[in-house]
């Protein structure tokens, strides 16, 4: 069975300073990984996803994340955070697109 | 543009009542999901549909059932509603070879 952990159920952090979320996952096969991205009162959107290939992967806003199968890692990071990241961020493994597991979320609060 | 709708943003409901949610999606997807979000628990599936008339439970179905009479459309019920079903409630699709799942707004439900 799949698992995602999301440590962080919280970080706070100032504008413009750089942010590292973090996703670990379990799985006992090959994974596809996500990261979305929830804003207040509205539903999810997906900030990025490796499938394959290049373990660095770039998304909207900014964002990218990195793919270690070592450490079964799939940290999210932006150099520069602006108010206007402040949300709830989710990781999630799928082995099919068909059926995503998710973390339990990490709030970015960002202050200015 | 894929744009998934559900019923309503918000909605409170009294305990023993019978709740339907739905949701639409216009891209023609065959899979459909529904989801429950609960602070520090993130997104469970409650139970998904790849074909009309096909469903399969996810790893909360109990309490709930599900309705799928056409493509566009995928209904979850809550039978006899408790408190405990207070929660948010999202929507997702996704289409035949694609690898995203597109994600409506969500439906907060209270059940008093």
């Known amino acids: ?112 | 543009d894929v744009k998934v709708t559900q019923s309503s943003r918000y909605l409170v409901k009294r305990t023993g009542e019978k709740v339907f949610l739905e949701c639409v999606q216009d891209m023609d997807h065959e899979n459909m999901f529904w989801y429950r979000q609960d602070p520090g628990l993130g997104l469970r599936l409650i139970y998904f549909s790849y074909d009309v008339k096909m469903k399969e439970k996810g790893d909360i179905p109990e309490g709930y059932s599900v309705s799928r009479e056409k493509k566009e459309r995928f209904s979850l019920i809550l039978e006899s509603a408790s408190t405990n079903q207070t929660s948010m409630y999202l929507c997702a699709s996704i289409g035949p070879g694609r690898n995203e799942q597109y994600f409506g707004p969500g439906t907060r439900l209270t059940v008093t």
């Open chain 1, 1 to 112: 069975a799949q698992s995602v952990t999301q440590l962080d159920s919280q970080v706070p952090v100032f504008e413009e300073a750089p942010v590292e979320l973090r996703c670990n996952y379990s799985s006992s096969v090959s994974v596809y990984l996500f990261w979305y991205v929830q804003y207040p009162n509205q539903g999810l959107q997906l900030l990025l996803k490796y499938l394959s290939g290049s373990t660095l992967v770039k998304g909207i806003n900014g964002f990218e994340a990195e793919f270690n199968k070592s450490q079964t890692s799939f940290h999210l990071r932006k150099p520069s955070v602006h108010i206007s990241d402040t949300a709830e961020y989710f990781c999630a493994v799928s082995e099919s697109f068909q059926k995503l597991v998710f973390g339990t979320g990490t709030r970015l609060l960002v202050s200015p």
